[in-house]
């Protein structure tokens, strides 16, 4: 599973969300979870499509935002909605 985090710099809910798909990573390795972090401030388009909603998590492939992990979620339970999400058995 390919995903895309939009975030920016100083953002203390994008680097929550960074950390705990990097947890996601080392628990949940059968999800072969990947992760391209994209800052919007080095694209005027991503900028303006993401500026205040930041972070935002998408599938790679056809850029489809998932639904909003709540804040206080950890990588247990981000793991188990990425599951949800992606179809593939707990």
Do not use: G
């Not at 920016?8 to 996601?24: E, I, M, R």
């Not at 992990?69 to 058995?89: C, G, Q, V, W």
Request: net charge neutral; aromatic share 8%; charged share 20%.
């Amino acid at each position: 599973m390919h995903l895309i985090l939009y975030s920016k710099p100083d953002c203390c809910l994008c680097a929550s969300l960074h950390h705990k798909l990097q947890k996601v990573q080392e628990i949940a390795p059968d999800l072969h979870l990947t992760l391209t972090v994209r800052d919007i401030l080095t694209n005027p388009q991503w900028e303006q499509r993401y500026n205040l909603t930041v972070p935002v998590l998408c599938w790679y492939d056809t850029e489809t935002e998932l639904p909003r992990f709540s804040p206080r979620a950890d990588e247990y339970t981000i793991a188990k909605l990425l599951r949800k999400h992606n179809s593939i058995p707990n």
